[in-house]
Every structure is written in C-alpha cells, then in structure tokens.
C-alpha cells in the first residue's frame, strides 16, 4: 500500500530564516505531488503540484518555491520566512490524471509557525 | 471559490448513522463529488467519491439525488473518532486542484 511521510512534524522559526519542508512517497511510482497550505481557520490553498520530476506549477505567486529532484520527493522551500507563511502545510499524491485513480491522498502535514 | 455548500456544525450521537448534507447546485456534467474528512491537526482523509450513482465503500455511503444538484454523506455507524471536520468537494477528474470550502464540523456525542 502507498504511504507519504512528511517532515518536519512542527516547526518553528524566526521571521527571515529560511525553510526546507520535505514529503516522500513510498508504494507508488510517478505519482503526481502537491503542496498546499491551511491557514488557521481556513480552507485548504494549493501553493504548487508537480507531474513528474523537476516538474513544478506554481497556483499562487509567494515567496515560496518547490522541487523535486526524485519521483517520490517533494520539497518546500523558502529563502526568507515571513510571518504570513505561518501554517499546516500539507503534502499529498495522487495517480495518474484522468483515471479514479487520481483521487489526491494527503500526509499528515508540518504546522509552520513563524515568529 | 467553493462550489458545495454545507451546514456549519452537526452533532449525532454514538452508535447512530450520521447524514452529512452537501449542496452543489452548480455542479457540471462531468464533476464529481468527493468527500474528505480533516480529524483536527490531522492531513485530510479521503472518504469517497461518486458522479452519479451511490457509492458505499468500507467507510460510508455517498447519496446522490437524480439531478446531481445535492449529495448526502452516510456514516453508517457514527463513532466518537468519527469527529472530525467534513468537507464536500466537486471536481472534474484530472483537475489538480482541490477547492476546500468551510466543511460540516461533525460531533459524535457519547
């Protein structure tokens, strides 16, 4: 069965540092990948997805970026924090487009905060 | 923008079958409905899915009316780790993202 890891589980860091969340995928192969953010309070934002390696679509101009430099990894990252990208930050996989297979299957998310 | 609408909060006590109703009025020929559920500092957890026909898998049932306007989530047996917020999406197959709206904040009660 397929499984994503994320981590860190919590986070938190000063506003200007920089951040490196990463999700990884096990039990599936060219999975597609996506980013999103929960503000507190808030619905769900796709922040990025991505269709295969180095394959990144940004939903949201910010100050955040995402790679993926294998097939089953998927990072987050930012130069400088700033106080508004405090937030659950969630990871999730989804088959391939187009089949039932593309249902989106979520991690268990990092909660950001930034002070 | 959500294109579902949900009652804000519902309670159901335990050991009965909770009905989580959805509205999606709008909803186009070839949208489905999801429904995930978010147990608090949790990742969602998807339920099921369907586009026109009802659905049943191990964790619920999904009632869709006839003219696909409203769906209704069924929770067979509502236990306390039932409790969780529950969120009705539409969305066309392929479509990467997923559009959360505010959700049924569900309560099981002992």
């Known amino acids: 069965s397929q499984t994503i890891h994320q981590w860190p589980a919590t986070l938190v860091q000063p506003v200007g540092s920089p951040l490196s969340l990463e999700c990884t995928v096990e039990g599936t192969s060219n999975p597609n990948l996506y980013w999103y953010r929960q503000a507190a309070g808030r619905g769900l934002q796709l922040l990025f997805y991505?269709?295969?390696?180095?394959?990144i679509s940004s939903e949201v101009p910010q100050n955040l970026s995402a790679s993926r430099p294998q097939d089953r990894q998927f990072i987050l990252s930012s130069k400088k924090l700033l106080l508004s990208d405090s937030g659950f930050y969630l990871c999730?996989?989804?088959?391939?487009?187009?089949?039932?297979?593309?249902?989106?299957?979520f991690g268990p998310g990092t909660r950001l905060t930034v002070l | 923008d959500a294109k579902t609408t949900q009652p804000p909060s519902m309670d159901c006590a335990e050991g009965r079958a909770a009905n989580l109703p959805c509205n999606h009025s709008?909803?186009?020929?070839?949208?489905?409905v999801y429904w995930y559920r978010q147990i608090h500092s949790q990742g969602p957890q998807y339920i099921i899915h369907g586009l026109k026909n009802n659905e049943t898998n191990e964790m619920a049932s999904l009632i869709i009316t006839e003219d696909r306007k409203s769906s209704t989530l069924i929770l067979p047996h509502a236990t306390l780790r039932d409790t969780a917020v529950y969120y009705c999406?539409?969305?066309?197959?392929?479509?990467?993202?997923?559009?959360f709206g505010q959700g049924t904040r569900l309560t099981i009660n002992p």
């Open positions: 709008t909803i186009s020929g070839n949208e489905y």
């Open positions: 991505s269709v295969g390696i180095g394959q």
């Open positions: 999730a996989w989804s088959g391939i487009a187009g089949a039932r297979t593309d249902t989106q299957y």
């Open positions: 999406i539409v969305r066309v197959i392929g479509a990467q993202k997923l559009v």
